[in-house]
């Protein structure tokens, strides 16, 4: 099993659709949780940490849910500008300091 | 406040030869991360660093690949004899003092090219 697994997908979606992500971690010693997005041939940028109490950025929401070890990624009215691939990212834990990177979700976003 | 700061952004060797790969953190940032993305996959960590201290290399191949973080100067990641398979995109990240449960800041990346 994957330390961090997320739906490849692509998502294909229509303008001003909700689409949701979800992200599941194997180390039950996590200690912070991010989204991240990528574009084509560029480095990660940070979208949001994730915390249990939810997080809301305008259209976007993360959640994250330790009893079931697993992150969501809400994104409400999705915009061209959305498309992208969404790394969910797991930080810390028993064994190491190292970050685990999801191997990401693409998102299209059609007109 | 510059950010990450990578160079250089595209490297090109043949087989054989050696890869100097260098990382500025963001200014006030003292941890060091280094990642590589081959074609079509995920970023898999390979090396954690403090000012002059490796915290966490269990990423890095055993053979061949270094790194460093010395007290001045950039992070360097040193690919010796490279061979095809090390082609792939290198991501450095930096964060503050409070480290690895901080958000890492990316830098663009150099993308190695072994011929």
């Known amino acids: 099993r994957k330390e961090v697994e997320q739906d490849p997908g692509p998502f294909n979606v229509p303008e001003g659709a909700t689409v949701a992500f979800n992200c599941t971690y194997s180390?039950?010693?996590?200690?912070?949780f991010f989204w991240y997005r990528q574009d084509c041939r560029k480095e990660p940028k940070l979208l949001m940490s994730?915390?249990?109490s939810g997080n809301e950025d305008g259209r976007f929401t993360a959640q994250l849910n330790r009893a079931s070890q697993y992150i969501s990624l809400l994104i409400r009215d999705s915009k061209l500008s959305d498309s992208a691939t969404y790394l969910c990212?797991?930080?810390?834990?028993?064994?190491?300091?190292?970050?685990?990177f999801g191997a990401g979700t693409r998102l299209f976003v059609k007109a | 406040n510059a950010g990450v700061m990578q160079n250089p952004r595209h490297l090109v060797r043949r087989r054989g030869q050696e890869a100097r790969l260098r990382c500025s953190p963001m200014k006030g940032h003292s941890h060091v991360y280094w990642y590589r993305q081959l074609p079509e996959e995920g970023l898999k960590f390979m090396v954690y660093?403090?000012?002059?201290?490796?915290?966490?290399e269990s990423g890095m191949p055993k053979e061949r690949f270094s790194a460093e973080f010395p007290k001045e100067g950039p992070s360097i990641l040193r690919i010796q004899q490279v061979v095809r398979g090390d082609s792939a995109a290198y991501f450095c990240?930096?964060?503050?003092?409070?480290?690895?449960?901080?958000?890492?800041?990316f830098g663009p990346g150099t993308r190695l090219l072994v011929l």
């Open positions: 994730v915390y249990s």
């Open positions: 180390n039950s010693a996590s200690q912070s």
């Open positions: 660093l403090q000012k002059e201290n490796i915290i966490d």
């Open positions: 990240a930096s964060s503050p003092p409070n480290g690895i449960m901080e958000t890492q800041y």
């Open positions: 990212v797991v930080n810390g834990g028993t064994g190491g300091f190292k970050t685990i």
